[in-house]
Structures are given as C-alpha cells and as structure tokens.
C-alpha cells in the first residue's frame, strides 16, 4: 500500500524527535492543517463518504433536537435572542433542519422569531486541546450542543502488560508506521482507569483501553463558554451532547479487550488505523463519566442521561413520522393504485425504515444523550 503524504510527514517526524504518543499521531492524521481527514475537502459523511450521522439518516433527527431546543427555551423562560451553538457541524445540516422545522411547526411565532442558530466549528490545536471558534463572542450561548463530536477527539491508549498498564506509542520500523510500548506519557493518562475505579488488573495481558484527555479539556472550555467569564452572574443554560459511548463502568470492561478504537474507509469498517493518515477516519467511543464528572466541576448538574432510542421518542419521532404521513404521503391513502400512489409508498417505507435505523437498540438507538444544564 502505498504512503500517503501526511504518513511521509508523520514519519519524518518520529524519525526526527522519536516516537509519539497515539494520541499525537491521531490529531495529526484528523486534523493536521492541508493533511488531516477533518479538515481537508468537503466533510466525509453520506453514501460517498466513510461514515453516517443521524442527520445523514432522517430528518426527523433535526426535527426531535428542534423539539428539545424549543422545550429548553421555554425552561429558559423565553429569551430573545435564544442562542444555540452547535459544535463540530460539518456540512450545517443539522442546523437546516432545525430551522426548517421550526418554521413549519412554529410559524413565526416568537421562538422561530428568537431562535439563532449558529452552526460553528472547532479546531484540534496541536496539543490535541478543543478550541471553540466563536465568530461573535459577544453573544453567549443559551444552548450548546454537539452530535457525534467529542467521539473523533485524540485519544491516547494503554494496555495492560504483567500487571501494569503501558501506553501504546506509534514509531517507524521498516518504513512503516507500528506500534510500541512504553511508559505512559503523563500522570494523567496513567491514573485515568483509576479515578474510575476500573478493575483493570484483573483483566487479561493484551486488554486495552482507550484515554480521551482532549473530551475533559473541551468539556471545561465548552462549560465556561455557557456560563460565561463573570463570576458574579453566571447565565442559565444546557449543553446537549449525542454520541456513542457509555458510563466509564460501562465502557471499559473485561469484554472490551482490545478497547473500542475504530477506524472508517469507504464505509468499510478496518482495523488498521495507522494506515492511510489523512484518508481514514478514526474514532473512539465516549467515556460520558468522564464529561458529566468535569461539567459538574465547572458547575453544571446532570439533567438528562440516556439512550438515542428513548430520547427520540420523548422527543415525539412517532408524532413526526405521522405528520410526514398524512401531510407528504397523503396520496397514499387517496391514489394507491396509481403510479404516482406507488412511488410515494416506496419512498415512505425508505422513511420509516431511516426512522427504525436512528432508533435501532443494536445501533444508533443505543447512542447517548447527555444533557447538563446550570
């Protein structure tokens, strides 16, 4: 196979100052400026890209997140402007949707009138820290939120070996990107099983697990960014998180032994992440102990915690996939038996099958949403 121009550089690298953490060479190949898969072309998500999001699958998802923004503005006692940042927002579908929805079920009504939605971007600093890019500062944000974000931060990885945990490192060996082990680079890293009290030791030799230091780091910015840089008068708010991922018991288990780290080509699921830097996504799923443990640091208190599947029902996805019916589909029921009648029952079994998919206990369904609210 062969290299592609940010593995040249990554080698060069290592060959120069050594080997680096995983962490490090994951950022690189994500985010690096003119290389990284993040931040070079057009977003890789949809049919000819590597993978999906909700947004990708269904409107409805849009439509259900517009359904919590609009209950959380009416907590907030109604504010205007209501400002909601969303955070990591590619292509800005989400934020289409929403506003689309919000015009059709709401009219111009005063939440349509005081939403502004801002669809946002970070970036990966090159110590792997989350930077928030606000264009205007000046407005505070009553609402945060992110979808399939925190999961394709840098993440660092330990293994156990003879009853003590060591960190994988990538270095070059036959002019080839490969693994070794060493020491763990930082205290963080090495306590991080700990300060959630995961029974690693009794796991076997080989068990591995993943450490996403830049998820606590973002979860502190992104909780000053709602709460806002006076300590005198802090602002109410929430911030909304959709990934996948579990509580730290949950996720780092004995089962789990070679951790959850992915990578994605062409929607191809591979496990060969030091392949193809900069053309490949990678991926890790979220420690949300580790998220609601640093919001309540900063302050902010655990609202809401649970699956995909039970959020959106909540969030009434049945109620929106029944006004899809009777309102886009209605020929159905009046003109089944004509071609036009027939066209529309295929494309209405395609939107309720992408409804099952966001809401599929085997899949998406069994993403989290996390909710933290001051």
């Known amino acids: 196979m062969s290299s592609t121009p940010l593995q040249q550089l990554i080698m060069q690298r290592i060959q120069r100052d050594g080997p680096i953490t995983f962490a490090e060479f994951m950022q690189m190949a994500l985010y690096m400026p003119g290389y990284g898969y993040y931040v070079t072309g057009p977003a890789r998500m949809g049919w000819q890209g590597d993978y999906y999001t909700s947004t990708n699958i269904s409107p409805l ?7 919590q923004l609009y209950q959380m503005w009416e907590q907030l ?10 955070q990591g927002a590619g292509r800005g579908h989400l934020a289409e949707g929403v506003r689309r929805w919000a015009k059709r079920d709401k009219g111009e009504d005063d939440f349509t009138t005081a939403l502004d939605y801002r669809a946002e971007d970070i970036h990966m600093g090159q110590d792997a820290v989350a930077e928030n890019e606000v264009s205007d500062t000046t407005a505070q944000p009553h609402v945060i939120l992110s979808n399939e974000l925190v999961d394709a931060f840098p993440v660092h990885i330990l293994e156990k070996r003879n009853a003590r945990l ?5 270095h070059v060996q036959q002019d080839r990107l490969s693994e070794v082990l060493d020491e763990p680079s930082s205290p963080e890293v090495a306590s991080y099983l700990d300060s959630y ?20 780091r973002w979860m502190k910015q992104t909780a000053r960014l709602l709460l806002g840089s006076s300590p005198r008068r802090k ?16 996720l780092y288990t004995r089962h789990r032994s070679r951790g959850t780290l992915a990578s994605y080509f062409q929607h191809q699921l591979t496990e060969r992440p030091l392949v193809r830097p900069g053309e490949q996504d990678i991926t890790a799923h979220v420690n949300f102990s580790a998220l609601i443990q640093e919001g309540r640091t900063q302050g902010l208190r655990l609202y809401t915690f649970t699956t995909q599947r039970l959020w959106l029902e909540s969030m009434g996805i049945d109620e929106e996939l029944e006004w899809l019916r009777t309102h886009d589909f209605a020929v159905i029921e009046t003109q089944r038996s004509s071609n036009q009648g027939q066209v529309a029952l295929l494309q209405w079994y395609d939107v309720r099958q992408r409804a099952a998919a966001l809401t599929d206990p085997a899949g998406m369904g069994n993403f989290k949403v996390l909710i933290l609210k001051h």
């Open 61 to 67: 998802f849009a439509n259900c997140v517009g359904r």
């Open 166 to 170: 060591y960190e994988v490192y990538v």
């Open 197 to 216: 009290h995961i029974p690693w030791l009794s796991f076997n030799d080989g068990w591995r697990a993943e450490v996403n230091l830049a998820a606590l």
């Open 77 to 86: 006692k109604r504010p205007t402007p209501f400002v909601v940042l969303e």
């Open 235 to 250: 602002r109410r708010g929430f911030i909304l998180i959709i990934d996948y991922g579990d509580r730290a018991r949950a």
